[in-house]
């Protein structure tokens, strides 16, 4: 019984490593630990859209793992944006999306905002994206006023 | 069966062991493949649970397909089947004891027993379905660790002859 129980154990072990191991390695990998209440509740704000907060907004873009799409008018996109982002305007979207498609499907990941938890721009325009048949779309429900308010960078664009 | 000493007969232990290893490491292994693919939507399902404390339910859904994978691929391959019929004996006792805590509760939750996404609901038939998979599991556990039957085609077993 002795051989068997430590066989399990390898197993219980190896089984552990393995999928935390290839969990670091892959774009979608998801982080060990979760607030699942408040991303129940973040859910809830985006009629059932999956969201993310901002501490995984944070570790998306210092990750470098998922590409910002800031659904405002380019007025405020270029006033100020989360660096890296790219505008699509939920208002004009049949117009800007076919230019910007390719990238946005070459993307792992896309997580799109607008100004904060009380702009639905966001939530239309991920609705839009996955029924254009994107996959990993995700809403960072905090926005830009979240983002500055946690001293993240931002970046403007100059005409 | 308890004819292996007759030889020729087909339907001794060690067969049905091997069907049974077959059937069951391909189960759980199939069952393992979308859950690797979505841990996302695979920790959402843990969750819904309500059964692991909110800490650890990332950490089960990163674990548990691997475990699945794991433990049903070294019992098709025949390697550490001890072992590997324990812990999926073990597993199914917990996966039996969870869906019938929500069977029970009445809560409106995805089994996520073999898929993610889409319409996975939990029914009586999930429990009487595991309950099989239960028995299969304590099966080839009694076999391997109690009547010490011999492991037949295994992959450590090829290499040895080789």
């Given at each position: 019984?002795?051989?068997?129980?430590?066989?399990?154990?390898?197993?219980?072990?190896?089984?552990?490593?393995?999928?935390?191991?290839?969990?670091?390695?892959?774009?979608?990998?998801?982080?060990?630990?979760?607030?699942?209440?408040?991303?129940?509740?973040?859910?809830?704000?985006?009629?059932?859209?999956?969201?993310?907060?901002?501490?995984?907004?944070?570790?998306?873009?210092?990750?470098?793992?998922?590409?910002?799409?800031d659904a405002r008018d380019?007025?405020?996109?270029?006033?100020?944006?989360?660096?890296?982002?790219?505008?699509?305007p939920v208002k004009?979207?049949?117009?800007?999306?076919?230019?910007?498609?390719?990238?946005?499907?070459?993307?792992?990941?896309?997580?799109t905002y607008c100004d904060?938890?009380?702009c639905e721009m966001s939530v239309e325009l991920t609705?839009?994206?996955?029924?254009?048949?994107?996959?990993?779309?995700?809403?960072?429900?905090?926005g830009?006023?979240?983002?500055?308010?946690?001293?993240?960078?931002?970046?403007?664009?100059?005409? | 069966?308890?004819?292996?000493?007759?030889?020729?007969?087909?339907?001794?232990?060690?067969?049905?062991?091997?069907?049974?290893?077959?059937?069951?490491?391909?189960?759980?292994?199939?069952?393992?493949?979308?859950?690797?693919?979505?841990?996302?939507?695979?920790?959402?399902?843990?969750?819904?649970?309500?059964?692991?404390?909110?800490?650890?339910?990332?950490?089960?859904?990163?674990?548990?397909?691997?475990?699945?994978?794991?433990?049903?691929?070294?019992?098709?391959?025949?390697?550490?089947?001890?072992?590997?019929?324990?812990?999926?004996?073990?597993?199914?006792?917990?996966?039996?004891?969870?869906?019938?805590?929500?069977?029970?509760?009445?809560?409106?939750?995805?089994?996520?027993?073999?898929?993610?996404?889409?319409?996975?609901?939990?029914?009586?038939?999930?429990?009487?379905?595991?309950?099989?998979?239960?028995?299969?599991?304590?099966?080839?556990?009694?076999?391997?660790?109690?009547?010490?039957?011999?492991?037949?085609?295994?992959?450590?077993?090829?290499?040895?002859?080789?």
């Amino acid at each position: 019984m002795k051989k068997t129980l430590l066989q399990a154990l390898g197993i219980i072990i190896l089984s552990g490593t393995l999928g935390l191991a290839v969990n670091g390695f892959r774009a979608d990998g998801i982080p060990w630990v979760e607030n699942w209440q408040a991303k129940v509740l973040n859910e809830q704000l985006t009629g059932g859209l999956p969201a993310v907060s901002l501490n995984e907004a944070r570790e998306a873009f210092e990750g470098g793992h998922a590409l910002f799409v800031d659904a405002r008018d380019p007025d405020f996109f270029n006033e100020d944006h989360i660096p890296g982002a790219i505008n699509l305007p939920v208002k004009n979207f049949d117009l800007v999306f076919p230019t910007l498609k390719e990238q946005l499907l070459a993307a792992p990941r896309l997580i799109t905002y607008c100004d904060g938890a009380n702009c639905e721009m966001s939530v239309e325009l991920t609705e839009k994206l996955l029924f254009a048949g994107l996959e990993y779309v995700e809403i960072f429900t905090g926005g830009i006023q979240q983002w500055k308010a946690a001293g993240q960078p931002v970046v403007s664009t100059s005409n | 069966m308890g004819q292996d000493r007759q030889k020729g007969h087909w339907l001794t232990y060690a067969n049905a062991a091997l069907v049974a290893r077959i059937v069951l490491g391909c189960v759980f292994i199939y069952a393992s493949l979308d859950k690797i693919r979505h841990p996302e939507l695979f920790a959402e399902a843990v969750y819904n649970y309500q059964l692991s404390p909110e800490v650890a339910v990332n950490l089960v859904a990163l674990w548990l397909p691997w475990l699945e994978l794991l433990s049903g691929a070294l019992l098709v391959l025949g390697v550490w089947v001890r072992g590997s019929s324990l812990i999926l004996s073990a597993l199914m006792l917990v996966f039996l004891a969870a869906l019938g805590i929500n069977l029970a509760r009445g809560l409106d939750v995805h089994c996520g027993c073999f898929t993610t996404q889409g319409s996975d609901p939990l029914t009586i038939f999930t429990l009487f379905r595991d309950s099989l998979f239960l028995v299969l599991a304590l099966f080839l556990f009694w076999l391997y660790q109690i009547k010490r039957v011999p492991v037949r085609f295994s992959l450590t077993g090829i290499f040895r002859r080789n």
